[in-house]
């Protein structure tokens, strides 16, 4: 029996469906972004968020440099509403670590898919009273019960930033 014939035919199919596939339109690309993201606690999973805005000019130019990358000053961002806003908690002494004042991550209560989430944040600013008592808390119930117990003041300085979470306990963007 003769191959040769068979052989040639599935050749010239191959060689076909390669030259028709090359002049199908492609499907098309959707553009990505690269953005740094920084590592944070919600509901005690690791979690990872963005920054992208800042009501205040010195936190938003203190982002750009940590991040190396662009967090833009808008004022009005100052002026949402308290409705329209989630806390995080953002530590000033304690547990060294990446969080942007040099301690621990920040700590989000309201991670996505649970009730008032938001990716606009109120900075609270947590301060042991005792750094040398200072652990790593990992939810907004730590930091509560921290604070019901005398071991942190938190105050809010009242700027508001935008940050979006990207990855966290059952989800990515």
């Known amino acids: 029996m003769n191959i040769v014939k068979p052989v040639c035919i599935v050749i010239a199919a191959l060689a ?3 030259i028709l596939s090359a002049c199908a339109p492609q ?7 690269a953005l740094p993201a920084g590592k944070a606690w919600a509901e005690g999973k690791e979690i990872y968020f963005v920054h992208t805005e800042a009501s205040d000019a010195g936190i938003a130019e203190k982002l750009t440099n940590m991040m190396k990358s662009p967090v833009f000053h808008v004022p009005s961002l100052a002026k949402t509403p308290a409705d329209s806003l989630a806390p995080v908690y953002v530590f000033e002494n304690g547990v060294a670590g990446k969080g942007p004042l040099g301690f621990q991550g920040d700590v989000f209560p309201n991670p996505p898919g649970t009730a008032g989430y938001t990716p606009l944040r109120s900075i609270h600013l947590v301060k042991w009273a005792d750094p040398t008592k200072a652990r ?5 119930a730590d930091v509560l019960a921290a604070q019901k117990a ?3 003041t938190i105050i809010q300085p009242g700027v508001v930033v935008n940050m979006p979470f990207v990855v966290w306990d059952g ?3």
């Open 16 to 18: 076909a469906v390669t």
């Open 27 to 33: 499907a098309a690309q959707i553009p990505t972004a």
């Open 136 to 140: 790593e808390l990992k939810s907004a």
């Open 150 to 152: 005398n071991e942190v």
């Open 171 to 173: 989800g990515k963007r």
